[in-house]
């Protein structure tokens, strides 16, 4: 079946920097897209970054320029690399898939300090 194992979360500070990785397994990796949203508390899950299957990437507004995704088919995990990190970057981090349905991972919490 369909299984995520995110790391990489953790507490930082303003203007700090955080590597999310999902590895993926339970499915042929490659053929599919990739993506990360965020979640905080009482608010609605945010779309945050988007890997197509042929490497492709969309941002939402938000992170543009500061947030990187990308993809090892080879390891069959899909990384967000979080740079110059705001107060308001503070969420829970959940990396998902599509196939039929949506695929979620268990979430990994990043907050940042001031």
């Known amino acids: 079946q369909v299984q995520f194992v995110e790391s990489g979360g953790g507490l930082v500070q303003a203007g700090g920097s955080l590597k999310l990785s999902c590895a993926a397994s339970?499915?042929?990796?490659?053929?599919?897209?990739m993506g990360w949203y965020r979640q905080v508390p009482g608010k609605q899950r945010e779309w945050v970054a988007t890997?197509?299957?042929?490497?492709?990437?969309n941002y939402a507004d938000s992170v543009k320029g500061r947030f990187t995704i990308s993809r090892d088919n080879a390891k069959s995990t899909v990384y967000l690399q979080m740079n110059s990190l705001k107060l308001e970057d503070t969420a829970v981090y959940y990396c998902?898939?599509?196939?039929?349905?949506?695929?979620w991972g268990q979430g990994t919490q990043v907050t940042v300090s001031s």
């Open positions: 339970g499915f042929t990796f490659s053929n599919y897209d």
């Open positions: 998902i898939t599509y196939i039929g349905r949506n695929y």
């Open positions: 890997v197509t299957s042929g490497g492709s990437t």
